[in-house]
Every structure is written in C-alpha cells, then in structure tokens.
Nanobody, 116 residues
C-alpha cells in the first residue's frame, strides 16, 4: 500500500526538542520534493519546511527558521524534521507531503504538543 507514515509526535516542554520522521511505503522518495506542513486548531494548514529531491534546496517558514531543520535520507526512504527550541505556538498536527510532477501523497499526520 502506497503511504507515508509519520511516527514521532508527542508532548514536549517549551524549549525542548523533537524529531519527526516520515517513511515511504511502496514507493521511492528519490524523485519527490518533500514538505512538512502543520495545522493548528482553527488555523489553515501551513508549510513549515520543504526539501528538494537531491537535498540541494531547502525552504523554511519564517516562524521556524533557525529552529527547525529538514533533512532526508534517500537510502532509507525517509525524511526528518528536527525541531529545537519548541514554543507553545508550534503545537499542531504535523503532516508529511511528497509531490512530483504527476503524483502527490500525504501522511496521516502526527500530533505535536508543546506544553509545560
């Protein structure tokens, strides 16, 4: 079954760190750009970070620059989002999204809650 699986969410204290992972099943991520999106209650889904198929290019939302790092390991068919210095406003459901010219896939989402 073609899918993106995102383990790794959870509860973390403000100032803490968390790493999200996104693994592809039944397809290869090599030719896909990957983005991490998030959606907080009552808000629209927003792009947090994105990475090109070869990792040559990355982009970040202003709100996470300097705190979040997106990376990928094509050999493991996985993408990661390292989140540092977490704030309460980072609380949201985080989604992994893979897209190419002809196809795109969404993960099911994982909850990240930043709270003391």
């Amino acid at each position: 079954q073609v899918q993106l699986v995102e383990p790794g969410g959870g509860l973390v204290q403000p100032g803490g760190s968390l790493t999200l992972s996104c693994a592809a099943s039944a397809f290869t991520l090599d030719y896909y750009a990957i983005g991490w999106f998030r959606q907080a209650p009552g808000k629209e889904r927003e792009l947090v970070a994105a990475i090109s198929p070869t990792s040559r290019s990355t982009n970040y939302a202003d709100s996470v620059k300097g705190r979040f790092t997106i990376s990928r390991d094509n050999a493991k068919n996985a993408v990661y989002l390292q989140m540092n210095s977490l704030k309460s406003e980072d609380t949201a459901v985080y989604y992994c999204h893979a897209w190419s010219v002809s196809r795109n896939y969404w993960g099911q989402g994982t909850q990240v809650t930043v709270s003391s």
